[in-house]
Nanobody
């Protein structure tokens, strides 16, 4: 059974940085594409970032481009989301997701096709 466990969320001030981690257990991470999505109160879940199985292709949502960076360490079965210059609009529950078909492509920005999801970690940006 594949399990995804997110960590690293918290309360920060505007302009601060956070790094989220997602540890995958039950399967090796190597062949999976990995994604981060977020859901703010009263809003639909939206795409944040994704990385192909090799790490060679990365995709970002328009609202986070230039501020967030996704990376993966297959040796540690972990994917990261470095978030810089956070704003109150980034406040949301952040979810990690794994897709067994890890090939690159814009389809990684869509929730459909992701096979496994974590429970989420809360990120709150407030002064």
């Amino acid at each position: 059974q594949v399990q995804l466990t997110e960590s690293g969320g918290g309360l920060v001030q505007p302009g601060d940085s956070l790094r989220l981690s997602c540890v995958v257990s039950g399967r090796t991470l190597t062949s999976f594409a990995m994604g981060w999505f977020r859901q703010a109160p009263g809003k639909e879940r939206e795409f944040v970032a994704a990385v192909s199985w090799s790490g060679g292709s990365k995709y970002y949502g328009d609202s986070v481009k230039g501020r967030f960076t996704i990376s993966r360490d297959n040796n540690k079965n972990t994917v990261y989301l470095q978030m810089n210059n956070l704003s109150p609009e980034d406040t949301a529950v952040y979810y990690c997701a794994a897709r067994a078909n890890g090939v690159a492509g814009p389809h990684l920005g869509r929730m459909e096709g992701y096979d496994f999801w974590g429970q989420g970690t809360q990120v709150t940006v407030s002064s």
